[in-house]
């Protein structure tokens, strides 16, 4: 008989949550008791698995030992809350809120550094990283062995669904009031979110960064395990539903053989090569997809030593939900 795990997603009624369920049923994950749960406003409502409707129930009243995993798809200030409940039970975690120091909870993407988990003590705690360091590591870790890397410089073209089910509403209010020639009052974004861009995605610190910018430095250092990495970020605000799309430069310490960079994308996993004159975007290409989809890579204008790609990724479902439940395939191997 297979063995069957008892799990608990937290933060079950947003856009990542409700795409982890599905992917858990799409993957046939060998769920025992699936428990959603989520804040005192979202619980009773419910979500489809398996054919039937769940109840999503207050994750303040949750007892943490009847699961063996519990994924926490909230913000930080949930994980913070909730976290050492679950361990103190005795119940792994995956954390996608990037609010869990690296030492306590490492982040891993498994197709660049799943060797990690072989390090950890029960109960164990992973993170799992933004969705714009999930797609860039998806890409860099097989490179790694080829190309001396020695700067990434990236501009992340990110979708409104990164912050959330009400950013993506305040965009479609948006769209249609324009295209109503209604007046557009901006509630979630401080601005026009539709048909613009934003230069910004959150609030900068004192340097003119902001915490999504720094958070992808730290956790594509780590996953990589190149903790010199140089990495210069800027995160953008696209008026995009659904898929990330990120102009990617590589600095490197040597002229840069394409050939031989096209044949390491086309046999790495979790990629999808775009054969050369063409590209692909987040809603032709992207959305719905479970790989990172590549493209335009090229060297430098004037410098043989610079490769240049284009990435696009489903933020939600490949940045953020499959990932997490990738790292939970591992964990049931031996570490729940």
Excluded at 114 to 135: D, E, F, M, R, W
Excluded at 293 to 304: E, L, N, T
Aim: include cysteine; aromatic fraction near 6%.
């Amino acid at each position: 008989m297979t063995q069957t795990f008892d799990i608990a997603v937290i933060g079950a009624t947003g856009t990542v949550g409700e795409t982890l369920v599905q992917i858990l049923e799409e993957l046939k994950f060998p769920v025992g008791t699936l428990h959603l749960l989520a804040s005192s406003e979202s619980a009773g409502a419910s979500v489809p698995f398996r054919g039937k409707n769940v109840r999503v129930r207050e994750v303040d009243e949750f007892d943490f030992s009847k699961v063996q995993l519990a994924f926490f798809a909230a913000g930080p200030a949930v994980t913070l809350s909730f976290a050492p409940r679950a361990t103190a039970a005795g119940c792994a975690l995956i954390d996608l809120s990037g609010a869990l120091p690296a030492d306590q909870a490492p982040q891993v993407v498994p197709e660049a550094n799943p060797h990690v988990l072989n390090t950890l003590k029960k109960p164990v705690q992973l993170g799992s990283p933004s969705a714009s360091t999930t797609a860039l590591a998806v890409v860099l870790a097989p490179l790694r062995g080829l190309l001396d890397i020695q700067r990434v410089s990236v501009t992340a073209n990110l979708a409104v669904s990164s912050q959330g089910r009400e950013a993506v509403s305040e965009l479609a209010r948006q769209t249609a009031e324009l295209l109503n020639v209604r007046p557009l009052e901006p509630k979630f974004f401080d601005r026009q979110m539709a048909f613009n861009l934003l230069a910004q995605v959150g609030t900068p610190d004192a340097q003119g960064h902001t915490s999504l910018e720094k958070r992808l430095v730290h956790e594509l250092r780590a996953v990589l395990d190149m903790p010199l990495l140089k990495i210069s970020v800027t995160c953008i605000q696209a008026p995009v539903f659904f898929g990330d799309s990120l102009s990617v430069s590589l600095q490197l310490g040597a002229a840069v053989n394409l050939d031989a960079v096209n044949q390491v994308l086309e046999a790495a996993p979790g990629v999808e090569l775009v054969e050369a004159g063409d590209y692909p975007t987040a809603v032709g290409d992207a959305v719905g997809q479970d790989v990172v989809y590549i493209g335009r890579v090229r060297a430098g204008v004037d410098d043989p030593a610079e490769l240049n790609l284009w990435l696009t990724s489903d933020n939600v479902r490949k940045g953020a939900a499959l990932n997490a439940v990738q790292l939970a395939q591992l964990l049931i191997k031996g570490f729940v």
